[in-house]
């Protein structure tokens, strides 16, 4: 017969195998939303479908990260007037690059904020495309670091970016930290 083909998995580095045993350590059980910074939310399919609990919660801004995939209905005609909504088609994939939606998707979130809204940011289960733009946010407006922006959401949420989503997440942390370092210099 063929030989067998072992799938290939990305190298991971200490500081990868670090990050997923922090992530590793969450022992929370998975819910349908939860609020992981104030007035920001991680969120499923689910909720994102519930009109009425999005209501209930007053979220004024939806980001959906599974845009255009079948399982979502979500876009600006479903919502209506009183939710604007803001659509990015990532695929859960380890090869995808949700990286060149950072800093879009963080104003997004940021601009939310300024208007005194409420945001859920949702993919289909709520723990990996829509995780990653959350820490991504932190990262950006809050300068947290990678390593504290996880620690900062498992307290409140479940969450687990793929392995792509976090070598991502770590090129960002560093890109962010040596601008930090370059500011202090000049």
């Not at 979502?72 to 209506?80: I, L, M, T, V």
């Not at 994939?93 to 998707?105: C, D, G, I, V």
Request: aromatic residues 10%.
């Amino acid at each position: 017969g063929a030989p067998l083909s072992i799938p290939q998995q990305p190298y991971l580095t200490g500081s990868q195998i670090k990050l997923e045993h922090v992530l590793d350590s969450c022992r929370m059980e998975l819910n349908h939303v939860d609020e992981v910074w104030p007035n920001l939310y991680i969120g499923d399919i689910l909720i994102a479908h519930d009109k009425e609990e999005l209501r209930k919660l007053g979220i004024t801004h939806v980001l959906n990260a599974a845009h255009s995939t079948w399982e979502s209905k979500g876009d600006q005609a479903f919502y209506g007037q009183e939710i604007h909504y803001c659509g990015i088609a990532a695929e859960d994939s380890t090869n995808f690059n949700l990286r060149e939606h950072f800093y879009p998707a963080s104003d997004t979130i940021h601009l939310c904020f300024s208007f005194s809204g409420k945001i859920l940011v949702h993919c289909v289960v709520g723990k990996s495309r829509s995780a990653t733009l959350v820490l991504a946010y932190l990262m950006i407006y809050h300068h947290f670091s990678l390593t504290d922006a996880v620690q900062r959401v498992i307290q409140y949420r479940a969450i687990s970016p793929n392995r792509g989503f976090l070598k991502q997440l770590q090129d960002l942390d560093v890109e962010l930290r040596d601008r930090t370092n370059l500011c202090e210099l000049l």
